[in-house]
């Protein structure tokens, strides 16, 4: 795919069901489903035996009940913690997602994917090259076809596990996230042979998202929660976001 040419939904839940289901988890992706979405964003990392996992931070405690770290714990043993309390009662004992159960479902069901590299410290490299190699596996037939649409992109703010994922699937696209564009952003995104610049929308000027557009590359923007502000993001080039308010801006926002 030549950069620039972003081929996917212009707005995805962000974690599955933004703010109105427990993040990285089945039920998130089931209420963004319900909403009609077709496109979700979401984050793996790597438990202690190599096994990746839907999951944004690398301790437990904030949306997985428990101490530690992830990678102190094997991926079977995250799978029977609860994910769901933390968000309502309701959802109390929802499972921690195994990155191939959680990502061969959304296949399934025609949902198309960002996969957010989000390595522990220490394991970018591993991390990136775990994504991507099974990423890649599940999407072969979609790859050898050319069906540049239906096939996930791989993002980080990790440089390494981007290199990683490169050198394992290079036929897989990648993005940058970067929070706020640095001067020599093209050069990193460049390094990676990446296709899209993710980034933080409130950082985001139209000079900045007219300099991204210019020099070839997709330009998404993480988290918009606001429709004005969404619509002002459109306005300046911005391609694509992600949102937490599913209940406010819906997959066909324009």
Not at 27 to 51: N, S
Not at 64 to 74: H, I, K
Not at 146 to 171: D, I, K, M, T, Y
């Amino acid at each position: 795919m030549k950069p620039g040419a972003w081929r996917y939904p212009r707005v995805l839940a962000h974690r599955g069901g933004g703010t109105l289901a427990p993040e990285n988890t089945m039920a998130g992706l089931h209420e963004g489903m319900r909403r009609g979405f077709r496109a979700i964003e979401y984050d793996i990392m790597l438990a202690r035996d190599g096994v990746p996992v839907v999951m944004h931070d690398p301790y437990l405690g904030r949306t997985v009940l428990g101490t530690g770290n992830v990678f102190d714990y094997d991926a079977l043993e995250l799978a029977g913690m609860d994910a769901g309390s933390w968000f309502a009662r309701a959802h109390e004992g929802e499972p921690v997602p195994l990155f191939v159960e959680f990502a061969s479902y959304c296949k399934a069901h025609g949902i198309w994917m960002n996969m957010e590299i989000k390595p522990a410290p220490g394991y970018e490299i591993e991390t990136g090259g775990t994504v991507a190699r099974i990423a890649a596996a599940l999407f072969a037939d979609e790859i050898a076809a050319g069906q540049v649409a239906a096939v996930p992109l791989l993002s980080s703010f990790s440089h390494l596990a981007l290199e990683a994922a490169r050198e394992v699937a290079p036929e897989l696209p990648r993005a940058c996230l970067m929070s706020e564009l640095p001067p020599d952003w093209e050069r990193r995104a460049q390094s990676v042979e990446a296709v899209a610049i993710h980034t933080n929308h409130r950082h985001l000027t139209p000079e900045l998202a007219q300099e991204v557009r210019a020099a070839g590359y997709g330009l998404f923007c993480y988290t918009v929660n606001e429709p004005a502000r969404a619509r002002e993001l459109l306005s300046w080039g911005v391609e694509a976001f992600c949102t937490d308010r599913i209940d406010l801006i819906g997959p066909d926002f324009a």
